[in-house]
């Protein structure tokens, strides 16, 4: 029921920054908590940062703490990852995802988005 569609990515120089969107559709009453993913080529998925719609709690992944800030729109039904002090390294497909519990890994999330390609280059 619950749809995800992320937008924003693309190519940004390393040092520069990039904000990602997520909107939700259908059901969204059913989501509890939006998260961010990223999967680079040949590497599991990563947790990026995660955000509570009800009271805005919000946790990030030690590779992005201090660069990136996730943060919601709820009239909007959608979640931003505002992306900052851009590495090489944070080239990925991000993914957005909707959950119904409270988690940290890939699995704890039911519905997933099509993903945004970002490229930083030096």
């Known amino acids: 029921q619950v749809q995800l569609v992320e937008s924003g990515g693309g190519l940004v120089q390393a040092g520069g920054s990039l904000r990602l969107s997520c909107a939700a559709s259908?059901?969204?009453?059913?989501?509890?908590?939006m998260g961010w993913f990223r999967q680079a080529p040949g590497k599991e998925r990563e947790f990026v940062a995660r955000?509570?719609?009800?009271?805005?709690?919000?946790l990030y992944g030690d590779a992005v703490k201090g660069r990136f800030t996730i943060s919601r729109d709820n009239a909007k039904n959608t979640v931003y990852l505002q992306m900052s002090s851009l590495k090489l390294e944070d080239t990925a497909i991000y993914y957005c995802?909707?959950?119904?519990?409270?988690?940290?890994?890939?699995?704890?999330?039911?519905?997933w988005g099509q993903g945004t390609q970002v490229t930083v280059s030096s």
């Open positions: 995802a909707a959950g119904k519990n409270w988690g940290d890994s890939a699995a704890s999330y039911e519905t």
């Open positions: 259908g059901r969204t009453s059913s989501i509890y908590v």
């Open positions: 955000i509570s719609v009800s009271n805005n709690i919000k």
